[in-house]
């Protein structure tokens, strides 16, 4: 360990890690504040574009001697590439509005937005990607998995009885986070799996289910022990949602959704909000994860129960499908030539 100089003072160290902190905040500001330029300067030229494809009916060769050009003029810019002069024309297209890609779009790098441009075609939905992009921090990986994973169609999808028993904005935002398909594709079961075993992939996983749970979620434990008239129970999964301040407790179900489940889940629930809960805590959520369900038993299972509880399924029934179709060895390489080709085009 580095000790400091005897001459310096003693509260030295707590001053440099305040400058320290200051200086990482200014250089995220600043790269924010550079990407947000770049985006803006990028839409103005698809603007300027596709104007003048409208109203002088250039074609396709002006593209080509632009981007020769700016490429001679400004060699230390990566972004002036053809392809990427055609993403800035659709890029405005998609855009008409200045003040959107000012306050909204231009927050996310251009690599986001070229990957929104290519993968959703409704406005609705690519400025939903974008806004939890933001919120989240996402990566463009993990953008590009959760367009892949049709995370907009199935947020808030579960059925639940959250709105007859969970205060307002509690139950909005409740609602929210729960899915329906959980996507569980990057777990390796087969047919006869059972329960156990799908809780014990779901654990060696965490990391993906963490992400495909959605931000928020802290795990508490698996096979979580509840002491209840001298007897021992145990609960699937327990987590805590950190922006709902409630424990979240997971039963999952490799069938198809019964109604004693709702009794099963009531019972945790009930036993969680008595044990851990904290006063200051909200009321916990229990949620059912099953292999299907029908929408009608899951709304009678659930009418009348006064804890907060949703039913969702998993995606496990599709992995044998999807194991057939893996990509071969040279669609692989096909891909890392194309993402090769793509890095003179994208700015991260």
Same mark, same amino acid.
């Given at each position: 360990?580095?000790?400091?100089?005897?001459?310096?003072?003693?509260?030295?160290?707590?001053?440099?890690?305040?400058?320290?902190?200051?200086?990482?905040?200014?250089?995220?500001?600043? +790269?924010?504040?550079?990407? =947000?330029?770049?985006?803006? #300067? @990028?839409?103005?030229? %698809? *603007?300027? /574009?596709?104007?003048?494809?409208?109203?002088?009916?250039?074609?396709?060769?002006?593209?080509?001697?632009?981007?020769?050009?700016?490429?001679?003029?400004?060699?230390?810019?990566?972004?002036?590439?053809?392809?990427?002069?055609?993403?800035?024309?659709?890029?405005?297209?998609?855009?008409?509005?200045?003040?959107?890609?000012?306050?909204?779009?231009?927050?996310?790098?251009?690599?986001?937005?070229?990957?929104?441009?290519?993968?959703?075609?409704?406005?609705?939905?690519?400025?939903?990607?974008?806004?939890?992009?933001?919120?989240?921090?996402?990566?463009? +990986?993990?953008?590009?998995? =959760?367009?892949?994973?049709? #995370? @907009?169609?199935?947020? %808030? *999808?579960? /059925?639940?009885?959250?709105?007859?028993?969970?205060?307002?904005?509690?139950?909005?935002?409740?609602?929210?986070?729960?899915?329906?398909?959980?996507?569980?594709?990057?777990?390796?079961?087969?047919?006869?799996?059972?329960?156990?075993?799908?809780?014990?992939?779901?654990?060696?996983?965490?990391?993906?289910?963490?992400?495909?749970?959605?931000?928020?979620?802290?795990?508490?434990?698996?096979?979580?022990?509840?002491?209840?008239?001298?007897?021992?129970?145990?609960?699937?999964?327990?987590?805590?949602?950190?922006?709902?301040?409630?424990?979240?407790?997971?039963?999952?179900?490799?069938?198809?959704?019964?109604?004693?489940?709702?009794?099963?889940?009531?019972?945790?629930?009930?036993?969680?909000?008595?044990?851990?809960?904290?006063?200051?805590?909200?009321?916990?959520?229990?949620?059912?994860?099953?292999?299907?369900?029908?929408?009608?038993?899951?709304?009678?299972?659930?009418?009348?129960?006064?804890?907060?509880?949703?039913?969702?399924?998993?995606?496990?029934?599709?992995?044998?499908?999807?194991?057939?179709?893996?990509?071969?060895?040279?669609?692989?390489?096909?891909?890392?030539?194309?993402?090769?080709?793509?890095?003179?085009?994208?700015?991260?």
């Amino acid at each position: 360990m580095n000790k400091k100089p005897l001459s310096l003072p003693d509260n030295y160290d707590e001053f440099l890690a305040t400058l320290k902190k200051r200086i990482r905040q200014a250089q995220v500001k600043a +790269a924010l504040a550079v990407n =947000q330029e770049l985006v803006l #300067l @990028y839409w103005q030229i %698809g *603007k300027d /574009i596709l104007q003048r494809q409208k109203q002088e009916g250039w074609g396709a060769k002006v593209i080509n001697s632009l981007a020769k050009d700016l490429k001679a003029e400004f060699p230390e810019m990566k972004g002036f590439s053809r392809t990427n002069l055609l993403y800035m024309r659709n890029f405005a297209d998609a855009y008409p509005d200045e003040l959107i890609v000012q306050q909204l779009v231009g927050q996310i790098p251009w690599g986001h937005n070229v990957r929104l441009l290519d993968s959703v075609k409704d406005k609705e939905e690519r400025l939903w990607y974008i806004q939890q992009t933001i919120e989240n921090g996402w990566s463009r +990986a993990v953008l590009e998995y =959760q367009i892949g994973s049709k #995370l @907009y169609q199935r947020q %808030g *999808k579960a /059925i639940t009885n959250f709105e007859q028993v969970l205060p307002q904005p509690q139950s909005d935002l409740a609602q929210q986070i729960l899915k329906s398909p959980y996507n569980f594709d990057f777990l390796s079961l087969g047919k006869e799996a059972q329960e156990r075993d799908l809780e014990k992939a779901l654990i060696a996983h965490m990391r993906d289910f963490l992400l495909e749970l959605g931000v928020g979620f802290s795990f508490v434990g698996s096979q979580y022990v509840l002491e209840v008239g001298g007897q021992e129970f145990r609960i699937d999964l327990l987590f805590y949602h950190l922006k709902l301040r409630c424990f979240i407790v997971i039963d999952l179900k490799m069938g198809k959704f019964e109604p004693a489940f709702s009794g099963q889940i009531n019972f945790y629930v009930n036993v969680v909000d008595d044990l851990l809960k904290h006063p200051d805590d909200q009321p916990t959520i229990g949620m059912v994860l099953c292999k299907s369900k029908e929408n009608t038993v899951v709304e009678y299972s659930l009418r009348g129960v006064n804890t907060p509880i949703g039913v969702s399924t998993h995606s496990l029934e599709d992995i044998p499908e999807l194991k057939n179709n893996l990509p071969t060895v040279e669609q692989l390489q096909q891909e890392l030539n194309d993402a090769a080709a793509e890095i003179e085009r994208q700015i991260d």
